[in-house]
Structures are given as C-alpha cells and as structure tokens.
C-alpha cells in the first residue's frame, strides 16, 4: 500500500512573509517538502523544524517560553537558538 504524501503546511516561507501574516508567537509553513516552524521570542524569530524529534510531534502547538518551545506531547523542551533538547 503506499504511503500517501500530505501538502507541505502554510506559506512557502522561501517567498518571505508579510509581518501583518505573523502577528502570533509561531507560524507553520514549509521549505520546499520540509514544514518549518517560525518562532517570535522577543525581538527575534527563529526558524526550526516543525516537528518534534521525538515521536514526530506537532511544535507548532507548543508552548513558547522565553528562548525555547516545549513539545505539546511529551514535554520535550528544545532551545530556540541551537536546537538542542
Ligand atoms: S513527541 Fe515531542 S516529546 Fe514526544
């Protein structure tokens, strides 16, 4: 049986993103096949994977908190800056 392929999510970021469309504290779009996630922390925004990486789970609705994001799963907390767990 194959595996049927999903639309990458929100806007192709690559085209860039008016402000006035991210007005919240994370916006799902995606870089070519890969959904990526936007992150306003303060003054910056960081752009990370949209999942998580450990079962997959959806960033998008974490919760932001300072320079990180907390998996709404699981509770796995990733730095925004680096990436790490
Ligand atoms: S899927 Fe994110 S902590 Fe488990």
Same mark, same amino acid.
């Given at each position: 049986m194959a595996e049927e392929q999903t639309p990458p999510a929100g806007p192709d970021l690559t085209k860039g993103v008016a402000s006035a469309d991210f007005n919240g504290a994370t916006l799902l779009g995606h870089v070519g096949d890969q959904d990526v996630l936007l992150v306003r922390s303060g003054s910056e925004i960081f752009a990370i994977?949209? &999942?998580?990486? &450990?079962? &997959?789970?959806?960033?998008?609705d974490g919760l932001v908190v300072g320079h990180s994001i907390r998996c709404p799963w699981h509770h796995a907390c990733f730095d925004l800056r680096t990436g790490e767990a």
């Open positions: 994977d949209a &999942h998580c990486s &450990h079962y &997959h789970g959806p960033l998008a």
